[in-house]
């Protein structure tokens, strides 16, 4: 939770991130497994975790791991590449396909 | 542009957190915005063929100023028109799909303080114009045209591909009212060196360092007499989601470009770099049957999508309608392309065996919906399997089997519709 937390502070306009057009939005659970603390502290910090659940579970752990890169390379999530490792393995457990 | 949703601290970022952590899945309701469409017993009219995990995920639910539209994502939010809407040939504003990328939306926006600034190291000048400057300083213009997110139908793409998971409903026909952008541009003036027009609006990303929604189009597109600055659409100001208080409207081509809240037009004398044209909303060169090409932005592997294909859907009877043989049932829906006109729709009910015309309806122009309707009177019971195929002006019609591309784009195959009759 701390972790979380820090990691919500730390993101700039993470203010925006927490409304869904202009109200609160309801929760998207996640399956609760390892790494899911990490998938919603990183991911939700700049989309709802919809995308997550919609995406799936056509997705492969590569399809995954490539969507994972492309939101730090080319978005600019801030996730150290041990953290990006696990929300992947998460992401394929969960929400991928083999 | 303010109102703007940053700074309003990371309270609410904590409590949800934390709401999160104990494993709540309940509205928070403390703002009461985002109604649930009569609980969860409404049943979401998805199309078959998506992802499983967006029968799970999706929901009936309302924006603010909207009908309960098929929500795919809450943030940015990401709302899809159901398919019934479509058994009419323009589309309300309140059941308009919504589209954004990034989350940081603006959340209210004064008319009156709004500017749209033009200029650009292609243009002699630089003006900013309000409201009232562009509606008073420029002939009116209206015109009917179709609006379709270039992923419309992703979702239906085999194999599935990653982004939202669009179905058949992220498209809308409305008349929008607005000026002509070559009007404005003229104004600023335009340098010889002119090759693209660059395109923000007031929306924006949550990070820094995620590349902001711009867009540019080819000057040629920007001096159509088509290509509009709109303030209206079905006679009513936009509403706040389709990009109050003036959005781009360019005919015949993809959503993609129509730019929302829109707050600065640049000429610019070199292609645009940026990510969202450089690298997003691409298509493989070539592949498609397109005529009009962003010739500035083509690379040998890839082009920037432009123009919409030939389409069609069924908005009625509903999948699995039920009747008595001898019943009559109107099928209904409309055509569409990327503004050479609908010529043609042909419906089969016996899974593409044979083909009769459908009646087409009224005309509101070469950029809009074509209604069309047919009256399918089985005299025997059993399982129908109906199609419809629409074809255009330059000869163009569906395509028989997917074109796949990484990004779910252009997805114009025939969708089987089933009545069973008793």
């Known amino acids: 939770m701390l972790r979380n937390l820090m990691i919500a502070a730390s993101v700039a306009c993470a203010a925006a991130a927490q409304t869904a057009a202009h109200g609160e939005e309801p929760a998207v659970p996640l399956k609760d497994a390892p790494g899911h603390e990490l998938v919603e502290g990183n991911c939700a910090a700049c989309h709802s975790l919809d995308y997550i659940r919609t995406n799936s579970p056509f997705m492969t752990a590569k399809m995954w791991e490539a969507e994972v890169t492309k939101m730090i390379a080319t978005f600019g999530a801030p996730i150290d590449p041990p953290d990006a490792k696990t929300i992947i393995d998460y992401?394929?457990?969960n929400y991928g396909s083999p | 542009m303010d109102g703007r949703l940053e700074g309003r601290g990371n309270r609410m970022v904590d409590r949800r957190r934390i709401l999160q952590g104990v494993g709540s899945a309940i509205a928070l309701g403390a703002s009461g915005v985002l109604a649930r469409a009569a609980g969860a017993a409404e049943k979401v009219p998805l199309v078959s063929g998506l992802p499983a995990g967006v029968y799970d995920t999706a929901t009936l639910e309302a924006l603010p100023g909207k009908k309960p539209l098929i929500k795919l994502s809450y943030r940015p939010p990401n709302y899809e028109t159901p398919a019934s809407y479509f058994a009419a040939p323009i589309t309300p504003n309140e059941a308009f799909f919504v589209r954004y990328h990034l989350a940081d939306i603006p959340e209210a926006i004064d008319v009156d303080a709004w500017t749209l600034r033009v200029g650009?190291?292609?243009a002699t000048g630089a003006l900013e114009f309000g409201m009232r400057d562009l509606q008073s300083g420029f002939e009116p213009v209206e015109i009917a045209a179709v609006c379709l997110c270039s992923g419309n139908r992703r979702g239906l793409s085999e194999p599935h591909v990653p982004g939202v998971q669009w179905g058949v409903g992220a498209m809308g026909n409305a008349?929008?009212?607005?000026?002509?952008?070559?009007?404005v541009l003229a104004k600023a003036g335009l340098r010889k060196e002119a090759?693209?027009?660059?395109?923000?609006?007031?929306?924006g990303p949550v990070l820094d360092k995620t590349p902001d929604f711009v867009k540019s189009i080819p000057l040629w597109k920007a001096l159509d007499d088509n290509t509009l600055i709109a303030f209206a659409m079905n006679g009513q100001p936009l509403p706040h989601f389709n990009g109050f208080p003036a959005r781009l409207i360019v005919p015949g081509w993809t959503a993609t470009y129509w730019m929302k809240h829109l707050t600065s037009i640049m000429v610019a004398t070199r292609p645009f770099d940026g990510f969202w044209v450089k690298s997003a909303y691409r298509i493989p060169t070539g592949r498609f049957p397109v005529v009009q090409h962003f010739q500035t932005q083509v690379t040998?592997?890839?082009e920037p999508i432009t123009e919409i294909v030939v389409n069609s859907l069924i908005a009625a009877p509903a999948e699995g309608h039920r009747l008595r043989a001898g019943q009559a049932?109107?099928?209904?829906?409309?055509?569409w392309d990327g503004g050479y006109g609908i010529r043609r729709v042909e419906v089969s009910s016996d899974g593409g065996e044979t083909w009769r015309a459908a009646r087409l309806?009224?005309?509101?122009?070469r950029f809009a919906f074509r209604p069309w309707s047919?009256?399918?009177a089985p005299a025997k019971p059993g399982r129908y399997m109906i199609l419809a195929k629409a074809s255009n002006a330059i000869g163009q019609t569906q395509a028989e089997t997917l074109i796949f591309n990484p990004a779910g784009y252009h997805n114009n195959l025939m969708r089987p519709l089933t009545v069973t009759v008793a």
């Open chain 2, 361 to 365: 309806g009224k005309d509101y122009g």
């Open chain 2, 374 to 376: 047919f009256r399918f």
């Open chain 1, 91 to 93: 992401l394929a457990r």
């Open chain 2, 329 to 335: 049932v109107e099928v209904q829906g409309v055509a």
């Open chain 2, 120 to 122: 650009g190291d292609g």
């Open chain 2, 195 to 203: 090759v693209e027009i660059v395109l923000d609006g007031a929306d």
């Open chain 2, 300 to 302: 040998d592997a890839n």
């Open chain 2, 175 to 183: 008349v929008w009212k607005g000026v002509r952008l070559k009007d």
